[in-house]
């Protein structure tokens, strides 16, 4: 290969690497919030039929009602079931009983994020004390 040769697979060598699609990131993007959202609360919603502002609706009012339960609603929840089984034929009778006690405590909260999986469509929210 004489000097020309080289320059020229230098700068096809250069013009190919140019074109190449750049790798894709192997790092998580999912917040950390998620699994870890301190004083607060996170929760999802998946695809709604009726578009991304009820998913985002729906993952609020989820995040509102956990938010709930650990600021001010007791849920105290008993179910039992018994089959019986007569002449070849099953039955199955179940009853649930649950008992709320709700304190009248004022809680404010504000969705402090939002992130949506990429992969899945998951909507995912992030609900804080309304002071922070």
Known sequence: MNGIERIVLIVLLALLSAC???A???VNDRPAWIDNPGNGVSASAGMHIRGKVAQEELA???AREEFAKRFGVSIRSAQTLSTTVSN???STVGSQMAREDVQQVDVKAVVKAKWRDPASDVLWVWLVPGDQ
Do not use: F
């Open 20 to 22: 190449a699609a750049p």
């Open 24 to 26: 894709r990131q192997a």
């Open 60 to 62: 609020t009012l989820r």
């Open 88 to 90: 070849g034929r099953a």
